[in-house]
């Protein structure tokens, strides 16, 4: 199965949770009522949306009906799939091409939500763009850290710097970000810890690996990733909050979303975070992520154009 079939596969819970959901709801109103908007409003907060990105929605429902875009219950949908493909292609430029020089890349989150595993994938994927990679293990504070990250390096072919387990992880950013840059290497991927701790070692580890990384790298991190598992639903959207207080994030991967029905937790990421989505997860496997495309996740959550994207389909 190609991408956007495991996507358009993963994405099936949240359709039934969510679009089928409000299709049933909206279906019954001949014309459009308080009661529609109260019967709305629990569907989206039950489907993962979000308590502002819900009201954010229910107000374009409203200003359709003030435009007369909407007049009864079966236009509701259709203009709902306008608005959330919006909101989708919103704030969604394409990251800027590497700048010639090594392009650090720090992967943030709390425990488990895909980190190391995404990492995996994105040296799968830039080394098969034809771009050099080296991974550097940030995580020294999770026994067998590093040696997950070695199994990825090796399964991707690409090397990897790491420290003695309970090592400064600055120390690893700083020998990891010298020999990417004496081995002109594009892209260096750093692992990090998923300890959310306190909040204030957080933010002194992050800045200190930041500061070091570019002690070497001018600019460095150019881009600093927060892993979100869509499975937590709204919980990711807070750890979200959390971070970027702590570290300013140019970006989210979104993991996990084969067979959740949470997926509908990207619309308030994208909507609540003001921090573009960058990737999405389909799976454990090296080839499960990809850039995320709007277009292509709308295609799949609506069913749109599945026969042409099939076809396309790598
Ligand atoms: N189903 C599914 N599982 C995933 C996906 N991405 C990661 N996982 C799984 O999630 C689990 C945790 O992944 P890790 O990459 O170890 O997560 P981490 O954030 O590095 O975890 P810590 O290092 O403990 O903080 C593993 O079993 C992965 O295989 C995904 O897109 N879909
Ligand atoms: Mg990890």
Same mark, same amino acid.
């Given at each position: @199965? ?16 969510? +679009? ?23 569907? @989206? ?6 308590? &502002? ?7 374009? +429902?409203?200003? /359709? ?10 236009? %509701? ?41 995404? +990492? ?13 990679? @080296? ?11 590093? &040696? ?9 072919? %690409? ?15 700083? #020998? ?9 290497? #594009? ?16 933010? &002194? ?6 500061? %070091? ?9 150019? &881009? ?38 949470? /997926? ?10 003001? %921090? ?39």
């Amino acid at each position: @199965m190609g991408f956007f079939s495991r996507l358009r596969k993963g994405l099936e819970k949240t359709k039934g949770s969510l +679009i089928k959901n409000i299709e049933t709801v909206v279906r019954g109103y001949a014309k459009i009522d308080d009661e529609m908007y109260d019967d709305l409003e629990a569907v @989206m907060l039950t489907g993962d949306i979000g308590v &502002e990105t819900t009201e954010y929605l229910l107000d374009q +429902i409203r200003s /359709g009906v003030k435009s007369r875009e909407i007049q009864n219950g079966d236009d %509701v949908i259709p203009y709902l799939e306008k608005c959330i493909v919006a909101l989708l292609e919103e704030n969604n430029d394409p990251v800027p091409d590497c700048t010639g020089t090594t392009d650090v890349i720090f992967i943030v989150g709390v425990n488990g939500v895909g980190k190391t595993t995404t +990492i995996g994938k994105l040296a799968k994927y830039y080394t098969q763009q034809g771009k050099s990679v @080296m991974l550097a293990a940030g995580d020294t504070f999770r026994a067998a850290a590093a &040696e997950q990250l070695t199994i990825w390096a090796d399964r991707t072919g %690409v090397p990897i710097v790491k420290h003695q387990e309970g090592a400064d992880a600055a120390a690893v950013v700083f #020998d990891a970000t010298a020999s990417a840059k004496a081995h002109h290497t #594009d892209i260096l991927l750093v692992d990090t810890a998923g300890r959310l701790q306190t909040k204030s070692n957080l933010m &002194e580890e992050l800045r200190k690996m930041a500061r %070091v990384a570019s002690r070497n790298i001018e600019g460095a991190p150019q &881009e600093t990733l927060l892993v979100l598992d869509a499975t937590t639903g709204q919980n990711a959207v807070s750890q979200a909050k959390l971070f970027g207080d702590v570290v300013p994030l140019t970006g989210v991967v979104l993991t996990k979303l084969d067979g959740t029905a949470k /997926g509908g937790v990207i619309l308030s990421v994208k909507r609540e975070l003001g %921090v573009p989505v960058r990737w999405v997860g389909v799976g454990e496997g090296v080839d499960d992520l990809r850039p995320f495309d709007a277009a292509q996740f709308a295609d799949a959550l609506f069913d749109r154009n599945v026969e042409k994207r099939e076809q396309e389909e790598d």
